[in-house]
C-alpha cells in the first residue's frame, strides 16, 4: 500500500481555486464578442405570440405604459390583456401617438 500526502483543510484552503484564479466572478458576456452579440436575436425583437411567457398577465410597467398611451389616444384602458396582447397594443398606440418612436 503505497502512503498519499496528507494535506490539511489549511492547505486545501490556500490553493487558488481553478474556477477563480482572478478573484473575479465568471462572466459570461465578457467571452462573447461583439459580432456574436449582434446575431443573436434580440427579445424586443421577437414576436410576442413566440414569448415563452406571453399568456402571463401584463406586467405592472406594461400595464402603467399602456394606460398612459390608451389615455392619450383616446383609447379604454383593458387591464386584463396578456404580456403578448399588451405588448402589440403598445406598438399599436406607440403608432397612433407618435410615442417611443426613434427620431
Known amino acids: 500500500m503505497k502512503d498519499t500526502p496528507k494535506t ?10 481553478s474556477a477563480h484564479t482572478t478573484g473575479q466572478p465568471h462572466n459570461p458576456k465578457q467571452h462573447t464578442s461583439e459580432a456574436d452579440a449582434e446575431s443573436l436575436p434580440s427579445n424586443a425583437e421577437k414576436n410576442p405570440d413566440d414569448w415563452t411567457t406571453g399568456g402571463e398577465t401584463m406586467t405592472g410597467a406594461q400595464a402603467s405604459y399602456l394606460k398612459t398611451l390608451s389615455e ?32
Open 8 to 17: 490539511s483543510e489549511a492547505d486545501e484552503q490556500a490553493k487558488p481555486s
Open 72 to 103: 392619450e389616444a383616446g383609447e379604454p384602458f383593458d387591464d386584463t390583456l396578456t404580456k403578448a396582447e399588451a405588448s402589440k397594443q403598445i406598438d399599436a398606440l406607440q403608432a397612433r401617438t407618435g410615442r417611443g418612436r426613434n427620431h
